[in-house]
């Protein structure tokens, strides 16, 4: 692939991203797309991609860290392991709240690319979940429901804080990266009570 094919690819791509996140995938056009992408030629989807149905699993490939997540040691300790749940999820959230959109707008649609999404995000949780069971076994955490504690942490760390419907009740500024990661820990690990 050439440089110059490479870049129009990213440019589709991030076009796509963005209308994805602020449309929906039904609600976007492939044509809205390559306008979006700077006029890219429409045959330019199914050149790169396939289709529009590849091009958003092509979305997950080019910018979910599952490779990073691929690479972690699952033997760390219980505590430290959920630790660096929080942290990556929290981080994720703050480096791509577009893809972050796209992910949870697919989910409460329901819609038949969940099982792409799947792939890409369930080894994370898989290993949360290990990491909770071996920590209640190990006597590190204290928590009654396995699958309940799980969805509490997931609701924690996906939950958008910052959207306008929490406006009128809000009092303090947006966190920074550090602080956020810093607050939701300590949260949760006392919703674990653990024994650090």
Known sequence: MTTNESDVKSRILLAARKLFASQGFDGTTVRQICEEAGGANVALISYHFGGKENMFAALFDA????????????????????????????????????????????????TVRIEKIRYYVMPLWRALRQWLETGREQGVFQFRSLDLTLFSIAGVLLFNRYSDYWQSIRIEEPHTLENTIEEMTHFIMNGLQAKL
């Open 63 to 110: 910018y979910f860290p599952s490779r990073q997540f691929a690479e972690v040691n699952m033997d760390l300790p219980p505590a430290e392991g959920v630790k660096l749940v929080i942290a990556e999820v929290t981080k994720f959230r703050y480096s791509d709240p577009e893809l972050i959109q796209i992910i949870q707008y697919e989910i409460l649609l329901n």
